[in-house]
């Protein structure tokens, strides 16, 4: 009995702020008690405090909390320590419709007892290396959002103003002359105002290609760079697409089956049945949006007919002839399932939405069979 009580479990909800941390306890059993411990600072000091409490007479605490803003600087803490420690997703915790009052000490309770009934599921957590791959990748990506915003904010200052380009696309080389040659304002400071949003796009787009470089530099000494590697015998999977996708999955071989990749991009249609109706409705758009979106830009390669040109054999010549050949089967089937569906009259949306939801199973098979260095 004494030595049942010695290795008596603690479930720890921790509801973490930028400068406090609430903290619950949840005792092991059913009936246990669930009471609020109380608020601790923010940093490393008073959590190792705090372990050393919660471990006394040879109790085991288990730690988990939402992630959030805060990162996973807590859950590598703690890890470090020797405890476990869950972050769960906050769109995956339980939660009840009629719940109108949200307190830190409430959450750290709701935290600790879900903990300890076991709804909660833990999300895969990037180490140190990963972390800083994903800042870069999500650099770019922001970079990139101001680019298009900086290029609308110009072409809405021309439009208001009664310029129109019309011998061709925008931001070709014509194009860009035209802008460059354009004095047509008749005030200075209207001239001015253009020539700073010309400004503005000339240094976004030369703060995308600094960080295009980064991440080509940053490549070789990546965990998964051999993985990045594979991936781009996939069609429409240049190097920008593979380290997005890899950066922001991590680990693609956590997952058991491809379709479980696939619904964790949230690729997969929603459903709402009872008895015997079935209703499916839009994509569930759950998981990773910018690693959806990514696989949604490279599906539209797919509308062109299956081709190994001089480009894609020059990057492809080192890999693996099995990886060459996914890679291959991938274009025959993906170019194929595009035309059918578009044939059939589908919305382009749902039919990039299928082609992605696919290539998801390519890019599994291809990670499954490329070794990673140990």
Not at 200 to 224: G, K, N, S, T, Y
Not at 344 to 370: H, M, N, S
Request: aromatic letters at 8%; one cysteine or more; charged letters at 30%.
């Amino acid at each position: 009995m004494e030595e049942m009580q010695m290795n008596k479990m603690l479930y720890v909800g921790l509801d973490v702020h930028k400068d406090t941390i609430a903290v619950a306890i949840a005792e092991e059993g059913r009936g246990g008690e669930v009471r609020f411990y109380g608020t601790v600072v923010n940093s490393a000091d008073a959590v190792l405090r705090l372990t050393k409490t919660l471990a006394k007479n040879g109790h085991t605490p288990s730690f988990c909390y939402e992630a959030g803003p805060c990162g996973y600087g807590l859950h590598r803490h703690l890890s470090k320590l020797g405890f476990e420690c869950a972050v769960v997703s906050p769109s995956m915790i339980p939660r009840k419709a009629g719940d109108r009052v949200k307190t830190g000490r409430r959450d750290a309770q709701m935290l600790a007892r879900l903990w300890r009934a076991g709804e909660l599921t833990p999300i895969w957590t990037p180490d140190e290396e990963q972390e800083a791959m994903r800042d870069l990748i999500r650099a770019r990506k922001q970079a990139v959002d101001v680019v298009k915003a900086s290029k609308m904010q110009l072409l809405s200052f021309l439009l208001r103003h009664g310029l129109r380009y019309e011998n061709g696309q925008y931001w070709t080389k014509r194009h860009r002359r035209w802008l460059a040659e354009l004095r047509r304002f008749r005030f200075y400071h209207q001239q001015l105002v253009f020539e700073e949003l010309k400004r503005a796009v000339d240094q976004a787009e030369e703060r995308v290609a600094r960080l295009d470089q980064a991440i080509e530099a940053a490549i070789p000494d990546w965990h998964f760079a051999p993985v990045v590697e594979a991936l781009r015998a996939l069609r429409g999977v240049n190097t920008t697409i593979a380290s997005t996708v890899v950066a922001e999955i991590g680990d693609i071989t956590r997952f058991d089956n491809p379709r479980k990749l696939m619904a964790w991009l949230g690729l997969v249609p929603s459903e709402h049945s009872s008895g015997n109706t079935i209703r499916r409705g839009r994509l569930t758009k759950t998981g990773n949006a910018l690693a959806r979106t990514m696989l949604v830009e490279a599906g539209w390669s797919y509308r062109h007919p299956p081709k190994e040109g001089h480009p894609y054999l020059k990057r492809a010549a080192h890999l693996p002839q099995e990886i060459k050949d996914i890679g291959w089967k991938a274009q025959t089937r993906l170019c194929k399932r595009y035309r059918d569906l578009s044939r059939t009259g589908k919305p382009q949306p749902r039919v990039l939405a299928a082609i992605a939801r696919e290539l998801a199973g390519f890019i599994w098979d291809i990670a499954r069979k490329t070794p990673l260095p140990v």
